[in-house]
């Protein structure tokens, strides 16, 4: 049997970062900028007020200085009046500083009311101000030619907004991987149908279809097919045109493992010395325009797949997406033990409380337990030589409720 590293580092040898592709500012949540990003222009633009006030010139200001008012100027101004010596105009927030003006006076400064009044002919001006008080500068944040963001940053949104103030309304972006989901099974009936006997609900591909939207990917299909060996043919076919298949069940030794019966030789098929997800397959099949498509088989009980997922499929994801493959833990005390096996490390769903962290269900490994999966903040983390956890001991838990 190979370590969970051994393994993972073999799923990593799969792929590598997909291209990099001009993409709307606003489309690209989640994914990762693929070059520097220059600023096209000066931000701010052009020196403005931070203040609703009076723009002056702060040499003229004595304490009770009465100014001369030459005008309005409201944010989107196109012309500005000019301010002379002993003069002010009454200007807004973000309004572009008038030639002459060096300095704004707030409204709550002067003689003024706040609000919607109309122009006065003249302001009192209570207190001086010095230079430059409430001007922000033209490229005080940054210069149009520098370097606005970095390659690799995460797109969020506030990379977006960052992206559109530097100018800019598409950027260049690491296509977003795009996965196909694939369950396997002849005893699987699409959600919200009824079960005949020996049939049970297609829990997996809503499972993984899930997860991989969260970690970022965007699923281009998520179906179920039967164990017949045509059948999986044609629809690996057609999943092919992803950049990354996952499918779950027909993995381990029985007589109708239908993942091992079409792709074995292409894909291999290995024991992990992990509970539950012992039985893994991986390896690239080649897509009829020749790309080399990685794909994951995952074995089939529910809390294998979701353990299997988080364990492989999210890195793999990270490593096509171009973003950081790290699954960050922390140690958490136990509040109620449980076993594990020996010689396979385990991941156990708990709930994370106040007071640390406890099962989601205490029935063996309970890789078919899918409800109780749906309570799980994190999976902890049991090493290989250690088979019984106990109140108080520290566990490794990775959290599983965000992305
Ligand atoms: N003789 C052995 N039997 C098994 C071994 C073994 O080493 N020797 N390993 C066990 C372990 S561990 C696992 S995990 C499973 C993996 O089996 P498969 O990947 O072949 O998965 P299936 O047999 O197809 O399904 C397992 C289980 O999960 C249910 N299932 C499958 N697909 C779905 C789905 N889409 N939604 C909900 N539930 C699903 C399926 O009905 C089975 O109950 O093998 C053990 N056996
Ligand atoms: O290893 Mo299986 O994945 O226990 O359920």
């Known amino acids: 049997m190979r370590t969970v590293e051994e393994h993972l580092a073999r799923v990593l040898t799969l792929a590598s970062r997909l291209p990099v592709e001009e993409a709307s500012v606003s489309d690209g949540i989640g994914r990762v900028l693929g070059a520097d990003l220059v600023a096209v222009v000066d931000v701010p633009p052009f020196d403005n007020s931070a203040m609703d006030g009076f723009a002056v010139r702060a040499a003229d200001l004595s304490p ?5 008012v030459v005008g309005d100027i409201p ?13 002010a105009a009454r200007i807004m927030t973000g309004a572009p500083l008038p030639p002459g003006a060096d300095a704004v006076v707030p409204v709550e400064q002067t003689d003024q009311p706040t609000g919607d009044v109309a122009l006065p002919a003249t302001v009192l001006v209570a207190e001086p ?8 500068r033209r490229g005080e944040d940054i210069r149009a030619g520098e370097t606005g963001l970095p390659a690799g940053l995460r797109w969020t949104a506030a990379a977006a907004s960052a992206a559109v103030s530097l100018g800019h309304g598409s950027v260049p972006l690491v296509r977003r991987p795009r996965v196909a989901v ?19 609900p297609d829990s997996n591909s809503v499972l993984l279809a899930g997860l991989c939207r969260g970690w970022g990917a965007e699923v281009i299909s998520a179906t179920a097919v039967d164990d017949d060996p045509d059948h999986f043919r044609a629809a690996l076919a057609a999943a092919l045109s992803a950049d990354l298949v996952l499918t779950s069940g027909g993995v381990s030794v029985g007589a109708f493992e239908v993942v091992r019966q079409v792709v074995e030789g292409d894909v291999s098929f290995d024991k992990v010395a992990m509970q539950p997800g012992k039985p893994q397959a991986s390896g690239t099949l080649t897509a009829p325009d020749g790309r080399r498509v990685p794909m994951l088989g995952l074995p089939g009980n529910p809390v294998s797949v979701f353990v299997s997922a988080w364990v492989y ?6 490593r096509l997406g171009g973003w950081s493959e790290a699954w960050p833990s922390e140690g958490l005390p136990v509040v109620e033990g449980w076993r594990g096996p020996a010689g396979r490390r385990q991941f156990t769903p708990v709930r994370i409380g106040a007071e640390g962290v406890s099962p989601v269900h205490r029935l063996g490994s309970g ?18 030589d250690v088979e019984s956890v106990e109140r108080g001991d520290v566990v490794e838990v990775h959290r599983v409720t965000a992305r």
């Not at 101000?129 to 922000?136: A, D, E, I």
């Open 75 to 87: 944010a989107g101004a196109t012309t500005v009046p000019t301010v002379g010596e002993g003069q």
């Open 129 to 136: 101000v010095s230079q430059g008080r409430h001007v922000r």
């Open 182 to 200: 694939l369950s396997t099974g002849s005893e699987l009936v699409p959600a919200g149908e009824p079960l005949g006997f020996g049939r049970i």
């Open 313 to 318: 499929a999210r890195p793999l994801i990270a």
């Open 367 to 384: 890789s078919h337990l899918v409800v109780s999966l749906a309570l799980a903040d994190g999976l902890a983390v049991v090493p290989e």
């Open 64 to 68: 009770g200085a009465r100014l001369a």
